[in-house]
């Protein structure tokens, strides 16, 4: 099971900030969904609304700011404590303090035309310039956002995010040529996932963090986890894995592990 770190480490640090990344990284993640919105100054940011007031405490539109500025800003405002001030980072900073990477998810939140038009340009450029065709998957639940950045390149990897079972994800995501399937996992199920598989999709679900639900999922046959808590997560696996190699097949892990949870959230 492939565990990416939602907004970085949203329950372990301040989302979407290079601390909730750098924190992930140093206990072995290197998968990790993220969201991008439009800076004034045209550069992708990593930054889940479309105004600032939710995680800074300052006020107004993230297109009101430039990179800098928004770099500047003190971003601890979610619900996890942090006892440093960090800003909102660009992609393209992330990208240079990680370079090895394995995988990540970038999300586009929905915007206007205009601003999705230039992010969709900016976006494509970076992947191209920097070679990330095998590295990442440019994902939204923006149907039009996806159909340019196809138009901009093919041989882009892109994913629809999926909140609701009307219309039908995989039908939607089939006539889009998606290779991720990015589902809500309330409305994931084992027959969702086989229809996915048969289409070729990647089938990623988020946000999963109670140990009960992945293990459900597991079962469904899902590729990947989209989890507020990945360091905690992936312990859970390796140590089970680990556990399965340690003990004699007798069922004792499993029974004794199911119940666990990485949170009650």
């Given amino acids: 099971m492939i565990v990416y770190g939602h907004r970085g480490a949203k329950g372990e640090a301040p989302e979407n900030t290079l601390a909730g990344f750098t924190h992930a990284y140093r206990h072995g993640i290197r998968h990790f969904e993220l969201d991008l919105v439009l800076s004034k100054d045209g550069k992708p940011v990593i930054v889940h609304d479309l105004t600032v007031d939710r995680t800074t405490g300052q006020e107004g539109a993230v297109a009101n700011y430039t990179a800098d500025e928004l770099a500047a800003m003190d971003a601890r405002g979610s619900a996890t404590p942090w006892s440093t001030k960090i800003g909102i980072p660009s992609l393209e900073v992330l990208l240079d303090e990680f370079a090895d990477l394995e995988h990540l998810q970038l ?3 929905k915007d206007n035309r205009q601003r999705l038009n230039i992010l969709c340009n900016r976006l494509t450029e970076i992947i191209q ?3 990330l065709h095998f590295r990442v998957t440019v994902t939204s639940s923006d149907v039009w956002f996806l159909q340019q950045i196809r138009r901009r390149d093919k041989n882009i990897s892109i994913g629809l995010v999926a909140e609701r079972k009307f219309p039908r994800p995989i039908n939607v995501a089939s006539r889009l040529h998606c290779q991720y399937l990015c589902v809500n996992w309330k409305i994931c199920s084992k027959a969702m996932v086989d229809d996915a598989h048969r289409r070729g999709m990647h089938v990623s679900a988020w946000t999963v963090n109670r140990i009960h639900d992945m293990l459900e999922l597991e079962k469904f046959g899902v590729d990947s986890i ?3 808590y990945p360091t905690s997560t992936r312990m859970y696996f390796d ?6 190699l340690s003990l004699p097949h007798n069922g004792t892990l499993e029974s004794a592990t199911e119940g666990t949870a990485v949170s009650t959230d």
């Fill in 107 to 109: 999300e586009v939140k």
């Fill in 129 to 131: 310039r920097r070679s």
């Fill in 226 to 228: 989209i989890s507020d």
């Fill in 239 to 244: 140590n089970r894995a680990n556990s399965v």
